[in-house]
T-cell receptor, first 112, second 113 residues
């Protein structure tokens, strides 16, 4: 079992719809959870981080964390073509001394 | 405030040659990470440093790879000798206190012919 798993996609949604990106992790000691966006040919850039169970909202983005189910998700409301990118889930465990473990990424395509 | 700086941005070399990639972390950050990204394997952590000291190099693929951090503002990743399978994008990232957000540099696209 991979430490951090994501559906590779591609996930295709129409413009204006809600895009839902999911991630599961195996280490129950995980404490911090991050979502990065990576455009083709560019470096990963942070979108959001979440530490506590529940929802965290930032503009059109909402991160959801359920530690009991070892599940973290990212919702993008009112999706725009400019949101088309690969979204990387990353998990940091204090047990691993500060390392971030990345999932393979989910490719999102927002169709006009 | 300048972000993470990497050089060169692109490197094309021939098999067997030595390759040196360079990174300048964000000022004040005490953790530095080297990653490699390929389509097949995704983003892999190679090695990371805390206060210039290597903490975990378990991701370094083999002895051909080495990394140094002689001071807080500079790190190198060296491949000697290079092989075609080393072709990838190499990212450097830095963070403060290691458990916080990692900020990535623009990457070095390495092609080994």
């Amino acid at each position: 079992q991979k430490e951090v798993e994501q559906n590779s996609g591609p996930l295709s949604v129409p413009e204006g719809a809600i895009a839902s990106l999911n991630c599961t992790y195996s280490d129950r000691g995980s404490q911090s959870f991050f979502w990065y966006r990576q455009y083709s040919g560019k470096s990963p850039e942070l979108i959001m981080f979440i530490y506590s169970n529940g929802d965290k909202e930032d503009g059109r983005f909402t991160a959801q964390l359920n530690k009991a189910s070892q599940y973290v998700s990212l919702l993008i409301r009112d999706s725009q073509p400019s949101d088309s990118a690969t979204y990387l889930c990353a998990v940091n465990s204090y047990n691993q001394g500060g390392k971030l473990i990345f999932g393979q990424g989910t490719e999102l395509s927002v169709k006009p | 405030d300048a972000g993470v700086i990497q050089s060169p941005r692109h490197e094309v070399t021939e098999m067997g040659q030595e390759v040196t990639l360079r990174c300048k972390p964000i000022s004040g950050h005490d953790y530095l990470f080297w990653y490699r990204q390929t389509m097949m394997r995704g983003l892999e952590l190679l090695i990371y440093f805390n206060n210039n000291v290597p903490i975990d190099d378990s991701g370094m693929p083999e002895d051909r790879f080495s990394a140094k951090m002689p001071n807080a503002s500079f790190s190198t990743l060296k491949i000697q000798p290079s092989e075609p399978r080393d072709s990838a994008v190499y990212f450097c990232a830095s963070s403060s206190q290691g458990r916080d957000t990692q900020y990535f540099g623009p990457g070095t696209r390495l092609t080994v012919l």
